[in-house]
């Protein structure tokens, strides 16, 4: 009798082990996917605050310490020489009183396990004159490390600013 009841538990534990897989398969994409999916957005966002703000310290906290960024052909490698590039670039210079943007139709995320891509395009849009002073597209590894999705690498590129 007791083999035929741990027979019968451990058949009902197979059973709903094998439903919850099918279950989660047949759901969609899974909870853990969808807030990947949102935190790697962030960094978009976080990105053109820190752009508009032109605040430095927030734009490096999306980057990974080996880091790397191509702009214009040129790498530059870790957080340091990064920051180097931010502080000198255009739309972090105070005389330029530029808003950052990106048309939400331009963003794309892939997410694998803790690895993943984000695309989008930096519309920077001069408040004096309400036209757009730079446009760039940024293509980004990413990875999820101690918790956190950070820039592993990135290079930068023209847009069309076209729809």
């Not at 939400?104 to 849009?125: Q, S, W």
């Amino acid at each position: 009798m007791r083999k035929l009841l741990v027979t019968v538990a451990l058949i009902g534990v197979g059973v709903l082990i094998a439903g919850q897989g099918a279950w989660s398969k047949s759901s969609g994409p899974s909870a853990q996917k969808l807030a990947d999916f949102y935190r790697i957005d962030s960094i978009e966002k976080t990105w053109h605050k820190a752009a508009s703000r032109k605040d430095v310290d927030l734009m490096m906290t999306l980057w990974a310490p080996n880091a790397t960024a191509t702009i214009a052909g040129q790498t530059y490698r870790g957080k340091k020489a990064i920051r180097q590039l931010f502080e000198k670039a255009a739309p972090f210079q105070l005389q330029n009183h530029w808003e950052s943007d990106t048309p939400a139709y331009k963003i794309r995320i892939t997410v694998n396990g803790d690895r993943g891509t984000l695309y989008f395009e930096c519309h920077y849009i001069d408040v004096d004159t309400q036209k757009v002073a730079i446009a760039v597209g940024a293509d980004q590894d990413v990875r999820k490390i101690n918790g956190r999705w950070l820039i592993t690498k990135l290079i930068s590129s023209s847009v069309t600013l076209k729809p």
